[in-house]
Structure formats: structure tokens, C-alpha cells
């Protein structure tokens, strides 16, 4: 097969590790640059140019598609879509994961534990929104967060409203949830992969922050999941129509809850922490969709 992975950084390790997947199973791959990519619309035959050169041939794409370029790289996912070209990662799926708040909506329709979240585009009322999120402690997070900068623990009141109002004055959206407190900085990420969960990991937090990404100074450690934990997680993929997902669940008193779904789920913790090949996966998963 010719595979396309679209990335911006070929030296990347989640990129890599594809790349060397794909090729070690006998494929053709190559990293296109989504925000180097023209497109051709036109009636009946839509075409993708990396550059001046036209791309054909191309028998599958897989989207690794940076946070902040989230709207254009799924115009170019939608076009290869368009194409009749099969794409691990579907432009809808990807749109609707990386909102937090959209995401969320998603997800509150098919059952799955959630952290209780409020949301308005009225801000000048915080109080409303704290009390709706059934008040403090609170976490507010900026829907475009990611790796957990702009997520932000509030302990008093007085503190949750002004930082609603300072990001209402930027224009910055946000989402109010309520603080699991029992989950005690840690959370679950677990790889899910055409409905199955592949690989997971407990994430703990360093001493003194509530925050468990690895980002953020967090340590790893292989977990085998309770089976309502894996049951979630799957559930959770599938909500967001998601084949290939990173889910963030916490550990809480009344179950397993639903954090954020990840489209491009990076590669690099999970394989090392668990010694499993991601990449690998996700290679196999394609050679069953598209042969
Ligand atoms: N409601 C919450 N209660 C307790 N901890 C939370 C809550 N929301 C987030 N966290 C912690 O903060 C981290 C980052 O939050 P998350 O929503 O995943 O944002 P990001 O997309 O920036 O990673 C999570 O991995 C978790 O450890
Ligand atoms: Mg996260």
C-alpha cells in the first residue's frame, strides 16, 4: 500500500514510529506536510497537491494533526475523504474531538461516566456557571487546552470567577467541572484501536499538582484495566467515531469518568511504558480496512 502520513514534523516520534511500521510491513510511506498541501475543487474530480506535486496513489492517510492547526488539516483529511481515500482518523471525528466542550456533548449522549461540566457563552454571570458546575473546587479549562496548559484548579470562589472573567475578557472559552478529587492526580490513558483497547497506562501527577500529563512532569506506569474501565473507554472511541483514540478517563467513587477523547494520541509514553507497538496497530488496522 502507499500511506500518507500527514505531519508537519517528520522527526517526531509518533511520525517515526509510523513511518518505520508501515515500511517495515512492506508499504510505502510518506510524510506530507498538511499545511504545505493545495487543493484542487472541481466537479467530479478533487485532487491534493503537496507543493507543485500532485498526489496519486495514495491508498491511506494517517492524521497527525497538531491542536493548533485542528480546522485546516481537516479540510485537507476532508478532501482525501472526498477522494475516496480511506483515513485513519476522519476530518468529523478529529473536528469533533478537539473541542472540549463539543467533545463532552458528544459523549453525554451514549452513557458513559463524565465529570459533571458546565458551559455557557454568557460569562458575565460566573456565579451562575459555578453554581450550575455545582460549585468549588472547580476545574476550568480552556476548550483548546492541551497538555494541560490552560487547565487550571480552583479552590475558592472568589478565585473561580475572576479567572472565568479573565478569560471572558480575552475571549477565551472555557468549560467548569467539577474536581474529582479522589482520583488523586492520576488518570488512565488507554489506546483504544478499531474498538479495542490495545494499551493503557495510569499517569500520576508530580507531588503538588493535579495535572497527570506527562507534559507536565507526570510518571507512567503500565495498568490492567478493570473491565467497566475498558468497557468506557471503547464506548467513549466509538461516541466520537474515533478508530484510533487516546481516552483519558479518572479513577472516581462513582466509576470510571470520561475526561477527553484524543484523535492523534501521541505514541511516544504509551509505547515505552507498556512495550507495546502502537504504530504497529495502527498499520494492521489499515492493511484490514483498506486490502
Ligand atoms: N475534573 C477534574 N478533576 C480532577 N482532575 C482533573 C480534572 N480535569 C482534569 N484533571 C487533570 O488535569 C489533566 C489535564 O486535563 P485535560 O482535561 O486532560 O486537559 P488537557 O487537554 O490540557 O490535557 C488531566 O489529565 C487530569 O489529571
Ligand atoms: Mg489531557
Same mark, same amino acid.
Given at each position: ?42 466537479? !467530479? ?14 491508498? *491511506? ?11 485546516? =488539516? ?13 483515513? $485513519? ?20 449522549? $451514549? ?6 461540566? *458546565? ?28 497538555? !494541560?496548559? =490552560? ?65 507536565? =512532569? *507526570? ?19 466509538? *461516541? ?34 507498556? !512495550? ?16
Amino acid at each position: 500500500m502507499n500511506l500518507a502520513v500527514l505531519s508537519r514534523g517528520p522527526q517526531l516520534y509518533s511520525t517515526r514510529s509510523l513511518v518505520q511500521a508501515g515500511r517495515r510491513r512492506g508499504h510505502r510511506v510518506e510524510v506530507i506536510d498538511h499545511l504545505y498541501c493545495n487543493l484542487l475543487i472541481e466537479g !467530479g474530480q478533487p485532487q491534493v497537491f503537496h507543493g507543485d506535486r500532485l498526489l496519486w496513489g495514495v491508498d *491511506a492517510v494517517i492524521p497527525r494533526i497538531g491542536a493548533s492547526v485542528t480546522v485546516p =488539516g481537516a479540510a485537507i483529511i476532508r478532501q482525501f475523504e472526498m477522494m475516496g481515500i480511506f483515513s $485513519v482518523t476522519s476530518s468529523e471525528a478529529l473536528l469533533r474531538s478537539r473541542d472540549k466542550l463539543q467533545c463532552l456533548q458528544w459523549l453525554s449522549q $451514549v452513557g458513559v461516566g463524565l465529570p459533571r461540566t *458546565a458551559y455557557s457563552n454568557f460569562t458575565e454571570t460566573p456565579r451562575e456557571l459555578i453554581d450550575l458546575a455545582g460549585g468549588v473546587p472547580l476545574v476550568i479549562k480552556l476548550l483548546k487546552s492541551t497538555h !494541560g496548559l =490552560g487547565v487550571i484548579l480552583a479552590e475558592k470562589e472568589s478565585v473561580a470567577e475572576s479567572v472565568i472573567e479573565a478569560f471572558a475578557r480575552i475571549r477565551e472559552r472555557v468549560i467548569v467541572q467539577e474536581y474529582i478529587a479522589e482520583a488523586g492526580g492520576a488518570d488512565l490513558r488507554v489506546l483504544v484501536i478499531d474498538g479495542q483497547v490495545v494499551a493503557a497506562m495510569k499517569r500520576q501527577a508530580q507531588p503538588g499538582e493535579f495535572r497527570s500529563n506527562l507534559h507536565r =512532569g *507526570a510518571t507512567a506506569t503500565p495498568v490492567e484495566l478493570e473491565p467497566e474501565e475498558a468497557a468506557t473507554a471503547i464506548r467513549a472511541a466509538e *461516541a466520537l467515531g474515533l478508530k484510533v483514540a487516546g481516552v483519558d478517563l479518572l479513577q472516581s467513587d462513582r466509576g470510571p469518568l470520561v475526561l477527553e477523547v484524543n484523535p492523534s494520541p501521541g505514541l511516544e509514553g504509551i509505547t515505552s511504558t507498556t !512495550g507495546i507497538d502502537i504504530a504497529d496497530h495502527i498499520i494492521r488496522y489499515i492493511e484490514k480496512e483498506v486490502i
